[in-house]
Structure formats: structure tokens, C-alpha cells
């Protein structure tokens, strides 16, 4: 079974950066739409950055555009989002999801478009 795993979460200053991974296993990962969500209490999960893993041109929410970059890595089977100048709305829990059906178009399909999906990593950044 394919498995997505994300890591790389944690908790940092306004102004901070992290960076999370999402390490594909079962399958490679060349194959999928992939895509970065994050949610918070309350909110439905938002997608923030999403590309074709196999060389397709990043997608970025406008609230994140410029200061996070969705990147994949053909070696490893992983995808990384590294996030900088973060800031106290960034918080949440960020998700990795493929999209096996191409239904999202490499672009921040809805969530509905997505099916395999990581446990999901936490980014606290505090004021």
C-alpha cells in the first residue's frame, strides 16, 4: 500500500522558518499530483502548495506566495515545503496528499481531489 509520511513540524518564532518532508512509500511518487494542506480548529483544510511531482510548475495559495516553496526530490521519493518568514496564522496542522487520478491538475485542487493523505505534521509559530 502506498504510504505517505510527513515529518519536520514543530514550533517556532514569528519570522522563523521549517521545513517539512513527505517521504512516499509503496509506489513512486512521480506518478501523483501532490500537495501541501494545512488546518486549523475550526477552518477547513486549506491547500497552501501543489505541483506535478514529475517536474510540474509549483501552485501557491496567495497567503502563502513568496515565502514557502514546494519542491520534490526524485531520489529520495520525497516532497519538501520549506516555509520562511512564518507567521502566527501559518499554525496548524500541515498535511501531504496525492492525488493518484489526476483529478487536481497539479495545481490546489480541493481536498475531495486527494486520496492518500499523511498523518499530518504540527507548525505552532508564536508571536
Known amino acids: 500500500a502506498v504510504q505517505l509520511a510527513e515529518s519536520g513540524g514543530g514550533s517556532v518564532q514569528a519570522g522563523g522558518s521549517l521545513r517539512l518532508s513527505c517521504t512516499v512509500s509503496g509506489d513512486t511518487a512521480r506518478k501523483y499530483c501532490m500537495c501541501w494542506f494545512r488546518q486549523t480548529p475550526g477552518k477547513q483544510r486549506e491547500a497552501v502548495a501543489g505541483l506535478y511531482f514529475d517536474g510540474g510548475s509549483p501552485h501557491y495559495a496567495p497567503s502563502v506566495m513568496g515565502r514557502f516553496t514546494i519542491s520534490p526530490d526524485n531520489a529520495n521519493n520525497t516532497l519538501y515545503l520549506q516555509m520562511t518568514d512564518l507567521k502566527p496564522e501559518d499554525t496548524g496542522v500541515y498535511y501531504c496528499?496525492?492525488?493518484?487520478?489526476?483529478?487536481?491538475?497539479?495545481?490546489?485542487?480541493?481536498?475531495?481531489?486527494?486520496?492518500?493523505w499523511g498523518q499530518g505534521t504540527q507548525v505552532t509559530v508564536s508571536s
Open positions: 496528499a496525492a492525488d493518484s487520478f489526476g483529478l487536481s491538475g497539479g495545481k490546489l485542487g480541493p481536498a475531495n481531489d486527494y486520496n492518500l
